[in-house]
């Protein structure tokens, strides 16, 4: 069974296309990376598969579960998790309030008003373990905001494994950071559970390639190729595209 | 958090000591405070916590208002049946607008909240034999509850409504420290976030808007009765829009600050209406002082010099 599948997705802003025809399947605990030049389609993949968008037409399956008009929040529930590329934390929020409500929507008092949520300790226990396991306990007074960029950018990652997610939806994790900062997220997304279906978005090839086992290059909303990290380095027409010959 | 136990504690003292010191003018004033400060806190629930600017809230308050009026004039004046009616339909009217307005965001909130608010002011003001029409409902008794305390007296009354305000500040401080509340915060913060992350927004906004026109209902219920005239005016957008000041002047987002803004407005308009008749022009002001120089407001003032910092 394929964890998640994309079939013949299309999908256009007015008449702009942005996705043509996308069909592309990734295996439980696969890790995939899906790279393209900007415009190429790659974050609005994303909102249609996480159901931000409605797509103008094709199909998505989650384990074999057509979830093409889920609402985003069921898709969440099936354990569909992503990040964003701009940042939507909770500014004002303290990192770890921040990681409460990433473990409370999944839990089953997400919707409880007549209890506090301190009376729910396993929350509080499981956000406080993400915060010391991913090596931010000592941030977890304090208000997102104030976090510097790579920090703020480990806390978008632990809001998405808050629910230890079967697939986990990575745009551009390292974009603008520094070359440390972008090691230690690489390091952090190379710890996450096998479990876990990745697939990840990533401008830098020689980063994706070091953390996927497979790559899907879209150009122009389409699937120009894919295949195993070898073949797309030896691809001429994935180089052309990104070294800039001229038969592009 | 124990300071915060045992200010309120102090603060309930107060509260209850107070008819022994005041006069029976003032404590109807402190008595219109308290009922006023429900209302506000109610809209904080939208405001503050949710991030819903609604610039219609007084339709819940005066719907409950024109509900237990109506009742008492015309069928019974049964405080179990007259009370219940003005929150169920308070609670009724929120839940129906609830759909149109949650369809939108932002500056379309306020707009569509707006206007929902003024076709219940419209009918009001249009109505004439069922409301009064601009004269309103005049004369409306204040329940008999076969208390040994009429609640026709002042000091009753007060306790009566103290009771309703206690009430109030226990299920709303209980309601946004609970997940449902955080979440509200959450999605205040960011609604695409909270979406991904497995929160259906649109239901908790819904629950938040219908528990806010509840509490907006119990304040209308209480005004109509400590007044005992109702008439379009509790309706419109300038008692939206007072409500909105409360809110903001108090602080946005925390429990009781509206509850303090709601106090000072009521004391302010009472003092200033007594020396001109410009006090709408007096709210502005006090609007665009509190947005420059307190954008979170009194108790957020409080809390910069006293130097901690609250969420």
């Known amino acids: 069974m394929t964890a ?6 299309s999908h256009s802003f007015g008449g702009l296309t942005a996705l043509a025809d996308v069909s592309l399947a990734v295996a439980p605990g696969e890790r995939l990376a899906i790279i393209g030049p900007n415009g190429a389609g790659k974050t609005t993949l994303f909102n249609i598969v996480t159901g931000i968008f409605r797509p103008s037409s094709g199909r998505i399956r989650l384990f074999g579960r057509d979830v093409t008009r889920l609402p985003t929040h069921d898709r969440a529930q099936l354990g569909l998790a992503r990040t964003f590329q701009i940042s939507t934390l909770f500014p004002k929020l303290t990192v770890l309030d921040s990681v409460l409500l990433a473990v409370q929507g999944l839990d089953a008092a997400r919707f409880t008003l007549h209890r506090p949520r301190t009376a729910y300790g396993h929350l509080r226990e499981r956000a406080e373990a993400l915060l010391a396991d991913w090596g931010l306990a000592d941030r977890a007074r304090q208000v997102t905001r104030q976090l510097s960029y790579g920090e703020q950018r480990q806390v978008e990652l632990i809001l998405a494994l808050a629910g230890a997610p079967k697939v986990l939806l990575l745009d551009e994790p390292t974009a603008g950071l520094s070359p440390a ?30 953390l996927v086992d497979r790559v899907t290059v879209l150009v122009q909303g389409r699937v120009l190729a894919e295949g195993s990290k070898d073949e797309i ?9 990104y070294f800039g010959t001229d038969d592009a | ?40 806190m109610s809209l904080d629930l939208l405001l503050g916590y949710a991030g819903l600017p609604s610039l219609g809230h007084a339709a819940y308050f005066g719907v409950a208002a024109y509900t237990v009026g109506l009742l008492a004039l015309r069928v019974a004046n049964n405080f179990w049946l007259d009370f219940p009616a003005g929150l169920l339909m308070a609670a009724g009217v929120s839940a ?16 569509i909240t707006l206007a929902l608010g003024q076709v219940l002011w419209g009918i009001a003001f249009g109505w004439r034999s069922l409301t009064g029409g601009d004269d309103g409902l005049p004369s409306v008794p204040r329940p008999d509850l076969s208390l040994p305390w009429a609640l026709t007296d002042g000091i009753p009354f007060y306790y009566f409504v103290l009771m309703f305000f206690g009430l109030a500040v226990g299920a709303l401080a209980l309601i946004v420290s609970s997940p449902f509340g955080r979440a509200l915060v959450g999605i205040r913060e960011s609604e695409r976030r909270m979406e991904v992350l497995g929160f259906d927004v649109w239901r908790y906004k819904y629950v938040a808007f219908i528990l806010a026109g509840l509490f907006a209902g119990l304040a209308g219920n209480l005004f109509v009765y400590f007044n005992g005239f109702v008439s379009p005016s509790y309706l419109n957008i300038l008692f939206s829009a007072s409500a909105l000041l409360m809110v903001i002047l108090g602080g946005s987002g925390t429990l009781l600050g509206p509850a303090i803004g709601a106090a000072v407005i009521v004391g302010l308009e009472n003092f200033i209406s ?32 006293l130097g901690n910092s609250g969420t």
């Open chain 1, 4 to 9: 998640l599948e994309v079939d013949k997705l």
């Open chain 1, 181 to 210: 900062e972008t090691a230690s997220v690489a390091a952090m997304i190379r710890r996450f559970s096998r479990d876990t279906t990745i697939l990840l978005i990533e401008h830098d090839m020689d980063v994706a390639l070091d």
């Open chain 1, 233 to 241: 380095r030896g691809n001429p027409k994935v180089a052309a595209i």
């Open chain 2, 1 to 40: 958090m124990k300071t915060r136990v045992a200010s309120g504690a102090a603060a309930l003292t107060v509260l209850v000591a107070l008819p022994a010191v005041l006069s029976s003018y003032q404590l109807s004033l402190v008595t219109k405070m308290l009922i006023f400060g429900i209302f506000a």
């Open chain 2, 96 to 111: 129906l607008f609830g759909l149109f307005a949650l369809r939108t965001r932002g500056s379309y909130f306020l707009m």
């Open chain 2, 274 to 305: 007594g020396y001109m008749e410009r006090w709408v022009l007096v709210l502005g002001v006090i609007y665009v002082l509190v947005t420059l120089f307190a954008p979170s407001g009194l108790v957020g003032l409080v809390r910069e010099r």
